[in-house]
Structures are given as structure tokens and as C-alpha cells.
């Protein structure tokens, strides 16, 4: 390192700078100085910062001396924009769009909206936003942004800011749900005239349970839905079966309920609402005869807790207590058709099939007995011919054959 005298390019006045390196390359450097002097370099500042005044161009902002590093940059990234590769810009702008819908978009879904933006893109509409992406970025005010990107190449630039001008017009997908899912949302709440809480119960259908989000503690809230067999099972679940039927009804069911007790609720399905608005669903039916999958050749009667079926049930022959309810051999069908016919009981889909196949048993059993019958009627001696055909019995024993 050696101290040097130097002549300023700008103003020919010698200057004395540190130079390094051997003595030839220091000698070269020397003759072919085109470096300034300080005091020209200060000059040139002002100069610039005089410039960027004057509204000839976009005024940048920074330091003095940032301003007008910048202004040279800018001058520089004109230059090569006047011969800057499209395909190169639009690659970008690819690229960029790209990554802006990844955000939001699924992998198969971002395929077709790329595709979809390749047909609709033509040049002539590329080239149009690669201009107006062109001016906007010559409008960058900030003088270390401009410093920040100097290496940068212009394509890659451009196409940053096409793809920015470019999405600001789409509305983000995820932002316009939001706003549409809050709308529907408030739409779907159903309020009592005097609320006993603003706490909102969502009463949503999932598969094959109704859901119920309250979020509070409340007794009376708590009482009702139990009564309505639901289960804490974080939230509050009810499960669905022949026994509920139709699902909407449950759920119109129990939202009126929770309304007419002061509950504010909310159903998104508008079919819902409306039953519940003009009191238009089915009540649910809690007197069941149905059959447990563990004795399939046995009827099952149950009833709600609250409604006592237990006595009445249990007058049927051959019934016995199969908590919560009462379970009956299949042969005592009559009676049990009886018994639900008077006390409005229905039977489940399982239920009716065993019925018909009890049906089918008591008729292969009565052709059974009449063919014994006949038999035995030859053999009675001819003084006896005319009893009268014997009644059939009325506890009829399935045969085992006939069971499956
Ligand atoms: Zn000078």
C-alpha cells in the first residue's frame, strides 16, 4: 500500500489516494485514472440531489449520497430494460403467480388455474402488462431499494411486478371465503326475542351425529340437550340411527327447543331454519321395537327414560328386563303387534324383517301341524270321524331347522 498522486477526471486538480498492489499495476492505474476528487465527487452529489428535485423523474428518497447511487442504478436498469428478453419476464411472471397461488390453492387445483392463465394470457395482453409493470417500477421512490436490487437482473424485476399488478386485481380466494363464510354465518343464526345468552350454539350435521358447539357452562343448556340424547363428547354429539330418523328433523327439533328456551342458535342449511320457523318437522319418535344384533331372534322395546313403559312391556308372555328395555321372543309376535299397535310403538327396519320371517315360521309350522293332523286322522278309527279339525295352538315352537 503506498500513498499516490492522482489527476481528478473531472477537474484536473491533482489528488492523493491509497493505492494497493505492485508497483506496475499501480503505475497503470495512475495513467488511466478516471476516478474524481472529493470535492468533485460532492459536487456531483448535490448535483444529482438538485436533479432528483426537479421532477424530471420520479423523486427517490434516502441519504444524499444513496439518492444518488440510486439514480445511477435506475439510469442503468432503463438502459437494459430497452433490450430486455420477454420470454424472460413472462418466465418470471410465471414463477412468481405461481407461488402467490400455492398459498391457497391445491397442487391439482394450481395446475389448472396455470393452465387456464396460459389460454387466456396472450402476448399482445403480456406485453401490455409488462409495460405497465415496466412503469410502475420505475416509480420505486425508495433510494436503498433501488441500491438493494443494482445486481438483480431486469427480467426477473419486471416480472416481479407484473405478477404483483396482477394479482392485486384477483380477489385471494381464502380471504374472499372468509368474508363470504362470516356473511353466511350471521345469516344462519337464529336469535330469541329475550336471549338468556349471547353464547351461540352451532348445531351442525357430521356423518352419522348431530354436533352441537355451546361454548359456556349452562345447566339449563346442559339439561335440555340431554334430554335429547346428547352426549358430552367434546362437544355435545347425538348419535343417529333408525331411531332418530330424519336428521333434519332432529336438528330442527332440538334448535327449536333451544330457541323457544331463550338459546340463540345457528344452522348454516336454510331447509332447516325454515322448519324450525314454521314449526314444520316431525317430532322424534322414542317408542321402538327393534332387534339386538346379539339375539336375533328376540324383539327389543325401549322407550325414552323419562317415558315408563316398563310395567306394560313386561305383561307380554315371555318378556324379560334387558336394561334399558325389554326383550320378547319372537313368537310372541301377536302379542307384541298388540302392544305396539296401543301404545304407538315402531319397529325398526331390523324389526320388520324379523317379523316377516316370524310370519313365514308360524305358516311353515301351522302346514307342519296339518300334515301330523292328517296322519293322524287316518289312523283314527271311523266311529271318531267327525271331531272337529283341532284349533292351532297358540304357542306355536319354531322348529329348529326353520330358525337361521
Ligand atoms: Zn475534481
Same mark, same amino acid.
Given at each position: 500500500?503506498?500513498?499516490?498522486?492522482?489527476?481528478?477526471?473531472?477537474?484536473?486538480?491533482?489528488?492523493?489516494?491509497?493505492?494497493?498492489?505492485?508497483?506496475?499495476?499501480?503505475?497503470?492505474?495512475?495513467?488511466?485514472?478516471?476516478?474524481?476528487?472529493?470535492?468533485?465527487?460532492?459536487?456531483?452529489?448535490?448535483?444529482?440531489?438538485?436533479?432528483?428535485?426537479?421532477?424530471?423523474?420520479?423523486?427517490?428518497?434516502?441519504?444524499?449520497?444513496?439518492?444518488?447511487?440510486?439514480?445511477?442504478?435506475?439510469?442503468?436498469?432503463?438502459?437494459?430494460?430497452d433490450h430486455c428478453d420477454y420470454s424472460y419476464c413472462v418466465n418470471h411472471f410465471a414463477k412468481y403467480l405461481k407461488n402467490y397461488y400455492k398459498s391457497f390453492l391445491s397442487i391439482s387445483k394450481l395446475e389448472k388455474k396455470m393452465e &387456464?392463465?396460459?389460454?387466456?394470457?396472450? *402476448? +399482445?395482453?403480456?406485453?401490455?402488462?409488462?409495460? /405497465?409493470?415496466?412503469? !410502475? $417500477?420505475?416509480?420505486?421512490?425508495?433510494?436503498?431499494?433501488?441500491?438493494?436490487?443494482?445486481?438483480?437482473?431486469?427480467?426477473?424485476?419486471?416480472?416481479?411486478?407484473?405478477?404483483?399488478?396482477?394479482?392485486?386485481?384477483?380477489?385471494p380466494a381464502t380471504n374472499f371465503e372468509k368474508d363470504i363464510q362470516a356473511d353466511v354465518e350471521a345469516e344462519a343464526v337464529m336469535e330469541p326475542s329475550d336471549p338468556v345468552s349471547t353464547t351461540i350454539a352451532d348445531i351442525k350435521l357430521?356423518?352419522? &351425529?348431530?354436533?352441537?358447539?355451546?361454548? *359456556? +357452562?349452562?345447566?339449563?343448556?346442559?339439561?335440555? /340437550?340431554?334430554?335429547? !340424547? $346428547?352426549?358430552?363428547?367434546?362437544?355435545?354429539?347425538?348419535?343417529?340411527?333408525?331411531?332418530?330418523?330424519?336428521?333434519?328433523?332432529?336438528?330442527?327439533?332440538?334448535?327449536?327447543?333451544?330457541?323457544?328456551?331463550?338459546?340463540?342458535?345457528?344452522?348454516?342449511?336454510?331447509?332447516?331454519?325454515?322448519?324450525?320457523?314454521?314449526?314444520?318437522?316431525?317430532?322424534?319418535?322414542?317408542?321402538?321395537?327393534?332387534?339386538?344384533?346379539?339375539?336375533?331372534?328376540?324383539?327389543?322395546?325401549?322407550?325414552?327414560?323419562?317415558?315408563?313403559?316398563?310395567?306394560?312391556?313386561?305383561?307380554?308372555?315371555?318378556?324379560?328386563?334387558?336394561?334399558?328395555?325389554?326383550?320378547?321372543?319372537?313368537?310372541?309376535?301377536?302379542?307384541?303387534?298388540?302392544?305396539?299397535?296401543?301404545?304407538?310403538?315402531?319397529?325398526?327396519?331390523?324389526?320388520?324383517?324379523?317379523?316377516?320371517?316370524?310370519?313365514?315360521?308360524?305358516?311353515?309350522?301351522?302346514?307342519?301341524?296339518?300334515?301330523?293332523?292328517?296322519?293322524?286322522?287316518?289312523?283314527?278309527?271311523?266311529?271318531?270321524?267327525?271331531?272337529?279339525?283341532?284349533?292351532?295352538?297358540?304357542?306355536?315352537?319354531?322348529?329348529?331347522?326353520?330358525?337361521?
Amino acid at each position: 500500500m503506498a500513498w499516490e498522486n492522482v489527476i481528478c477526471s473531472k477537474c484536473k486538480e491533482e489528488y492523493r489516494i491509497q493505492m494497493y498492489g505492485p508497483y506496475k499495476t499501480r503505475e497503470w492505474k495512475i495513467a488511466n485514472w478516471s476516478g474524481i476528487c472529493d470535492t468533485c465527487k460532492e459536487k456531483e452529489v448535490a448535483e444529482m440531489v438538485k436533479q432528483n428535485k426537479s421532477g424530471k423523474s420520479p423523486e427517490l428518497t434516502g441519504s444524499d449520497k444513496q439518492i444518488a447511487w440510486a439514480i445511477n442504478i435506475r439510469e442503468k436498469f432503463k438502459e437494459s430494460y430497452d433490450h430486455c428478453d420477454y420470454s424472460y419476464c413472462v418466465n418470471h411472471f410465471a414463477k412468481y403467480l405461481k407461488n402467490y397461488y400455492k398459498s391457497f390453492l391445491s397442487i391439482s387445483k394450481l395446475e389448472k388455474k396455470m393452465e &387456464k392463465l396460459k389460454e387466456t394470457m396472450d *402476448e +399482445k395482453k403480456l406485453k401490455e402488462l409488462m409495460d /405497465i409493470a415496466a412503469d !410502475n $417500477f420505475f416509480e420505486i421512490p425508495s433510494a436503498h431499494e433501488w441500491i438493494e436490487n443494482r445486481q438483480v437482473n431486469i427480467e426477473k424485476l419486471v416480472g416481479k411486478t407484473m405478477a404483483e399488478i396482477f394479482t392485486s386485481i384477483q380477489t385471494p380466494a381464502t380471504n374472499f371465503e372468509k368474508d363470504i363464510q362470516a356473511d353466511v354465518e350471521a345469516e344462519a343464526v337464529m336469535e330469541p326475542s329475550d336471549p338468556v345468552s349471547t353464547t351461540i350454539a352451532d348445531i351442525k350435521l357430521n356423518d352419522d &351425529k348431530i354436533i352441537i358447539s355451546f361454548l *359456556e +357452562k349452562n345447566n339449563d343448556f346442559k339439561k335440555i /340437550i340431554k334430554n335429547y !340424547n $346428547f352426549r358430552w363428547d367434546s362437544p355435545w354429539k347425538k348419535q343417529l340411527s333408525f331411531m332418530t330418523e330424519n336428521p333434519e328433523d332432529r336438528m330442527a327439533e332440538i334448535g327449536h327447543t333451544l330457541l323457544a328456551a331463550g338459546f340463540c342458535i345457528r344452522i348454516l342449511n336454510p331447509e332447516i331454519r325454515k322448519k324450525i320457523i314454521t314449526e314444520n318437522f316431525i317430532l322424534e319418535h322414542t317408542r321402538w321395537i327393534s332387534v339386538l344384533s346379539n339375539k336375533p331372534t328376540h324383539f327389543y322395546i325401549q322407550w325414552a327414560y323419562e317415558d315408563n313403559m316398563y310395567s306394560e312391556a313386561k305383561k307380554i308372555t315371555g318378556s324379560r328386563y334387558d336394561k334399558p328395555g325389554v326383550i320378547i321372543p319372537m313368537e310372541h309376535m301377536d302379542e307384541i303387534l298388540d302392544f305396539a299397535k296401543i301404545y304407538e310403538f315402531k319397529f325398526s327396519p331390523a324389526a320388520e324383517t324379523l317379523l316377516k320371517k316370524t310370519k313365514a315360521n308360524k305358516k311353515a309350522a301351522l302346514i307342519l301341524k296339518s300334515e301330523n293332523l292328517k296322519t293322524k286322522e287316518k289312523q283314527l278309527p271311523e266311529s271318531n270321524s267327525d271331531i272337529p279339525v283341532l284349533e292351532v295352538p297358540k304357542k306355536i315352537e319354531v322348529d329348529d331347522e326353520l330358525k337361521d
